[in-house]
Structures are given as C-alpha cells and as structure tokens.
C-alpha cells in the first residue's frame, strides 16, 4: 500500500470541491426525517441537493461554524455541521455549540464514521471554550439517539407537534 493511501475514513474541514457530496447527504438527511414524519419534515425535492449545498457553501468560512466531511479515499460518506452560539433566549440556553447536522451514507453506517465526526465536532467546540454541545434529534431516530447517549449527550428537551388541521382529542 503506498504510504499516501488512507486506511479508512478521516474527518477533515470541508471544501468547495466537497459540496456535491454534502448536497447529495444533505438531502438523504431530509428524506430520512421526511420518512420519519411527513407532516413535520419538509421532503426533499430535485433541488434539495443543490441548496443543501449552496447552504453550506455559505458556511464554510465563518469562523464560528464548522462543516466536516469524512472522507474515505476521496469520497464523502458523511458530514456534520455545527455552530457555536450565544444566548438563546427561546431555549433557555446559555452560550453552547449546537450541532445541527450529522448524517453518514447508509452503505456506511456501522464502521463508527458518525462517531468520528461527533469527535470532531466536540474538539472544534473545546478548541473555542464553548461550554456544553445540544443537539435535537428525531423521535423515531433510535440509533442516533443511541450513539449521542453513549457519547454522552443527555435528554434535555422534548419536541411535541400538533397540526392544526387536527381535531382537538
């Protein structure tokens, strides 16, 4: 094996040359959601990949973001994006790193890749003194909520939805 070759997926920063990729899980993450609660999830569309993409495009250099990608020898099998943030008066939070996104290709799930990226987003938000890390998953996402529990992350709040075009019980 030449000594340049990966021997598996590293998470490194985002670049421009990622996006399609990240456009590509950006819209599996939404279909994923829209699965889950079509009433509550927006459901992807042919452009989802594309403003998924330009979405994050916008993120890549603010200092106060990070978008990671793990990268298996040139491919984008996952990404993560998180913010660290100031007060939030609607949460009733403090300052406190936010992950907004994190998604692995299912062809790639189990090898620990969600891990690494959660690694990764956990040292960019030591590297800036944030205090604590939330995260809002998905009620029917059983096996995020797994890895975030056992790397420590706590139930905090719970998200209830009610659609108004519903009769009251």
Known sequence: MPPDSQTGPIVRRATPADLPGIGRLGALLVEEHYDFDPRRFLAARPGTPAGYASFMSAQLEDPDMTVLVADD????????????????????????????????????????????????????FRSRGVPRVVLSTAERNEAAQRLFASMGFRRTMIEMTRELDDPAS
Not at 87 to 105: K, N
């Open 73 to 124: 020898n040139g491919d984008v099998i996952g990404y993560a994006f998180a913010a660290v943030e100031g007060y939030d008066y609607m949460a009733l939070r403090g300052p406190a790193g936010v992950l907004h996104d994190v998604i692995v290709d299912p062809e790639h799930r189990g090898r620990g890749v969600g891990r690494l990226l959660i690694d990764a987003v956990l040292e960019f």
